[in-house]
């Protein structure tokens, strides 16, 4: 059993190597761009430990400076956030069968984690719970651990962290990759590219990402009906 679990081990941190090269940096980032705006180190960890999100942690920055309130911060937030209930959805059958160990992997389902747990499958049904919950597990430790190191860097040193934001971009564009290789259809980038695009142009920046996810969403939906 002990050798089952290692293998298991080494098979999540292999899968999530990508996500370790992207995580860390961008971590690095906000826990120094944190320290920086006033706010002790020990916030940096203690809101990657609870909150554990990214776009939702820089967004807390701006809310922290400009003293938004709280009406501001639970709407940014739930629009920012509401695409992962799409993810929930399409995960409900992996996430069968897994009772103990779900109520974490809902909390750590993140952009890049969804994208692993729908590139790998772990072929034995009672190993699959141990598997999700490592992925999950250690692309929440790069997270909380990058943002650890920012914030120490930020308190100690002078750093020009700029420039940096576009790991979490490159880390988009491997997952992208990775994801094209398992469905080989172009159909899907295709349509999220287009839908991207006029949302872009034609909704409110606020709004954009939840109008192309919507958007592209019932739009892959209608091509399949109709193909």
Not at 25 to 34: D, H, K, N, T, Y
Not at 61 to 69: D, E, Q, S, Y
Request: charged fraction near 10%.
């Amino acid at each position: 059993m002990e050798t089952k679990i290692h293998s298991i081990l080494k098979k999540a941190f292999l899968s999530t190597i990508p996500v370790l090269f992207g995580y860390v940096p961008i971590g690095i980032a906000f826990g120094f761009l944190l320290t920086k705006s006033g706010y002790s180190w020990l916030y940096a960890p203690f809101m990657s430990i609870l909150i554990y999100s990214g776009a939702t942690q820089f967004l807390a920055i701006g809310f922290f400076i400009n003293n938004a309130t709280m009406i501001e911060i639970f709407i940014t937030t739930l629009l920012l956030n509401l695409r992962h209930s799409f993810f929930g959805l399409s995960l409900i059958g992996k996430f069968s069968g897994i009772p103990y160990v779900k109520p974490y992997l809902i909390f750590a389902l993140t952009d890049e984690t969804y994208a692993l747990l729908t590139l790998t499958e772990e072929s034995d049904p009672k190993l699959k719970s141990r598997y999700y919950f490592f992925i999950s597990l250690f692309n929440h430790a790069y997270w909380i651990t990058g943002t650890f190191i920012g914030a120490l860097l930020g308190y100690m040193v002078n750093v020009d962290l700029n420039g940096i934001d576009f790991a979490l971009t490159a880390l988009f564009v491997v997952l992208t990759i990775e994801q094209y290789k398992k469905v080989k259809s172009l159909k899907p980038f295709i349509t999220a590219f287009i839908t991207g695009i006029v949302c872009l142009i034609f909704v409110a920046p606020q709004y954009m990402l939840l109008a192309s996810i919507l958007s592209g969403t019932a739009l892959l939906m209608a091509l399949r009906r109709n193909g």
